[in-house]
Nanobody, 121 residues
């Protein structure tokens, strides 16, 4: 699986952004897809994940209620709608794939290249 993330940018606190991740391959529905992020000087952390069927989602406590993960099977694309953004959301966001749900970066099978989100105060 090849993943290509896009949609990052500069936004003011309280604003919104929508990240996209285009996935290649014919087995899109076989993979759980997720988002992780890494701020400067920090470890990569889990943000959200959605199951292959789309029926299950998990969010980190820091984004729950503000971010929504979704996937479009016709377009083989993963999305992350980010609302009420805070300066602490500033990071490089990576999309990721694995054959089953996980919140652990060390278990991810495939990574996208990352897209930078900067939230100004």
């Amino acid at each position: 699986v090849q993943l290509q993330a896009s949609g990052g940018g500069l936004v003011q606190a309280g604003g919104s952004l929508r990240l996209s991740c285009a996935a290649s391959g014919r087995t899109f529905s076989s993979y759980a897809l997720g988002w992780f992020r890494q701020a400067p000087g920090k470890e990569r952390e889990f943000v959200a994940v959605i199951s292959g069927s789309g029926s299950s989602t998990i969010y980190s406590e820091s984004v729950k209620g503000r971010f929504t993960i979704s996937r479009d099977y016709a377009k083989n694309t993963l999305f992350l709608q980010m609302n009420s953004l805070k300066p602490e959301d500033t990071a490089v966001y990576y999309c990721a794939a694995r054959t089953s749900l996980t919140t652990l970066a060390r278990l991810i099978d495939y990574w996208g290249q990352g897209t930078l989100v900067t939230v100004s105060s």
